[in-house]
């Protein structure tokens, strides 16, 4: 399910983790910034942008359309 009651517009994101070759999946973008102590802006424009290129060497966003 994408979003929340509380936040109807939030994104659900897939965040790879390089190094250690996990995937994780977040409800938002805000909650992924958290969690990995990264700017919300950084990973909006990672996503947006289509960066194929890992932020940062060490994750790889990817939005979720459901």
Do not use: W
Request: glycine share 4%; charged share 20%.
């Amino acid at each position: 399910m994408v979003g929340n009651k509380n936040q109807p517009n939030s994104q659900q994101i897939e965040v790879t983790d390089i190094q250690n070759n996990t995937t994780t999946y977040y409800d938002s973008i805000r909650k992924a910034g958290r969690a990995l102590n990264i700017n919300e802006s950084s990973i909006r424009k990672n996503i947006k942008s289509n960066i194929n290129k890992p932020y940062k060497n060490l994750y790889m966003f990817a939005g979720l359309v459901l």
